[in-house]
């Protein structure tokens, strides 16, 4: 997946979030501007291209603050569409600088 498509559909408003993803963004206390912005500046850091029912990946970005933000998306290329799947705060006992898994 190319993040410029998910950038694109952010720009263009194709986005649905799911209802996982809007609980863990209130949980989190994360607006959906920080969430945008994260995956505007941000980068793929896994790529899941077997998923269904369309491929998805993990994104790492900041809030323009410079919080670090995760978010799950799903892209249907056919029609174009972004679905945020999940998005949380990343635990630094679990991430090294935010992009690699740690070892158990």
């Not at 408003?13 to 959906?32: G, P, Q, T, Y």
């Not at 705060?89 to 898994?101: A, F, G, K, S, T």
Request: aromatic share 12%; hydrophobic share 35%.
């Amino acid at each position: 997946m190319k993040i410029d498509h998910l950038v694109d559909a952010i720009r263009k408003n194709f986005v649905r979030i799911s209802d996982h993803a809007d609980e863990e963004s209130e949980s989190d206390e994360l607006s959906f501007d920080e969430i945008y912005y994260s995956v505007l500046h941000g980068e793929i850091i896994e790529d899941y291209p077997d998923d269904r029912p369309y491929p998805s990946c993990l994104i790492h970005g900041m809030t323009s603050s410079g919080d670090p933000v995760h978010s799950v998306w799903a892209y249907n290329e056919q029609i174009q569409w972004a679905v945020l799947v999940t998005v949380y705060r990343p635990n630094p006992d679990r991430w090294i600088d935010w992009r690699e898994r740690k070892r158990s």
